[in-house]
């Protein structure tokens, strides 16, 4: 007599991020869970955060998806004004890799990139502004350099934090530790979300960086100064 062993569901990983009430998290991994359709390969888990972007004006969700199978990790990235917008919209994305997958012609790069074959140009430099200050000399220190915004460590806390000038003329700050993000995501989150300038941890070094238009399918990224023997924490 065969004996079937009853297969495992995926395990779907769901980070709101404050934007949704606690039962949008079922729907997202409801969501999430129907692409084993499409998929060539055992879904083993997935993971689906939402954020703002860089904490600034609210009106964009953006649905950052980690989906694993048996062999391979797909990645992609979904916007919308609401986490339900967001998340058909990352699963869509996901979907067509999926297929794309099945049929043998995964493209290259990650889901959410531009269409063109031109790879974006990336200039990384350091930044110019203070290695330790407070918010105070962060403001004196942007006004010098004449800049919109700048990346600083901040004398508190030891780590990256940004001042920008807002659209009132007016200082903000974003001091906590961002989403952790590949310089790849980052750009492609750019991309999708239509801001000037992204605040996030780099995955490979765990320090705070900024991915920042520099004009037509052109991008920089500003690191941090003297990072070497800094600890992140």
Partial sequence: MRVETPTQSPTIDVELGGLASADSADRVRTRILSLDRYAPRPIIGATVRFSTPSGRARTLVVAHATLALSGTQLVAFGTGVTVGEA??????TLRRQL??????????GRAGSSTSDDKPVVVRHASRMPTCASPEQAVLALDQLDQEFGLYVDATTGREAVVWRTSGGEYAFATERPAALTESEALQRLLLTGDAWLFY??????????AHRRGDHRYGVITPVATTGRRSS
Avoid: F, N, Q
């Fill in 87 to 92: 998340t058909d919209r990352v699963r869509a």
């Fill in 99 to 108: 297929v794309d997958m099945a049929h043998g012609r995964r493209r290259h």
């Fill in 201 to 210: 941890t780099d995955l490979h070094t765990g320090h705070g960086h900024i």
